[in-house]
C-alpha cells in the first residue's frame, strides 16, 4: 500500500478521502493507489492540465481548498442539485448506487449489466439520440462504491445528529462472524418528529 506525502500537492494531488488514492485538486479524479507515485502524477499533470506543470505550491494550495469546500457534504444537496444534464447524470448515479446497496449487489454491476441493458432498452423505446444521454451516467465501479460510501456515511451524520437532540433507547447484542471476528451490534430506539 502507498502512502500520500505531502509533497505530491505540488502535481497537483491531494489526498483522497479514502486516504488511500490520490486525488486531482484540478479536475477531481481519483487515481489507483498504485499511481501513488511522482512519474504517474506527473503524467496525469502534463497531459490533463499542462497548464499548471511548474506553478508554486501556493497554487495548489488554493485549489485544494477549492476543490474540498465543493465536496457535496450532502446527500440531499447532490440530489436537489437538478438542472443541467451532468447534474441529472449525477443524481441518476446516486439512485442506482443506491438500488445496487439495497439489492446487495456487487459494485461492478452498474457498468457490466444494468448501463449496458438501460441504454439497450431506452435505445428501442425512445430512440439512439436519448439512448446517448444515458452513457453519460457515471457507474463505474468505483463511482458506484463513492456514491456508497457517501450516503452511508451521510445515514450515519443524520442518525448521530438525531440521536444528540433527545433521549434514546439502547440494546445490544454481540455476534461472530463465519470468519470468527466479534461484532458487536447496537439498536438505538428514538422518537423522530412529533408524537
Ligand atoms: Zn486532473
Do not use: W
Not at 30 to 43: E, G, Q, T, W
Not at 131 to 141: D, F, G, I, Q, R
Amino acid at each position: 500500500m502507498r502512502t500520500y506525502l505531502e509533497s505530491y500537492l505540488n502535481l497537483g494531488f491531494m489526498e483522497g478521502t479514502d486516504k488511500t488514492r490520490p486525488e486531482c485538486v484540478i479536475c477531481r479524479e481519483k487515481l489507483a493507489n498504485d499511481s501513488m507515485k511522482p512519474c504517474k502524477m506527473k503524467r496525469h499533470q502534463q497531459t490533463m492540465h499542462p497548464e499548471t506543470v511548474g506553478r508554486d505550491r501556493d497554487f495548489f494550495i488554493k485549489k485544494q481548498q477549492l476543490a474540498k469546500a465543493n465536496k457535496p457534504m450532502d446527500i440531499r444537496t447532490a440530489f436537489v442539485r437538478a438542472g443541467s444534464d451532468v447534474q441529472k447524470a449525477t443524481e441518476a448515479s446516486f439512485e442506482c448506487a443506491l438500488l445496487i446497496a439495497k439489492a446487495k449487489k456487487p459494485h461492478n454491476i452498474g457498468e457490466q449489466l444494468i448501463k449496458p441493458a438501460c441504454i439497450k432498452m431506452v435505445e428501442k423505446l425512445c430512440g439512439p439520440q436519448v439512448a446517448e444521454k444515458l452513457k453519460t451516467v457515471p457507474l463505474s465501479n468505483n463511482t458506484v462504491k463513492d456514491r456508497i460510501d457517501k450516503m452511508a456515511s451521510n445515514c450515519e451524520l443524520q442518525l448521530l445528529e438525531k440521536l444528540g437532540k433527545g433521549p434514546f433507547a439502547i440494546q445490544l447484542d454481540e455476534t461472530t462472524t463465519v470468519a470468527d471476528e466479534a461484532v458487536l451490534i447496537v439498536y438505538v430506539q428514538y422518537i423522530d418528529g412529533k408524537i
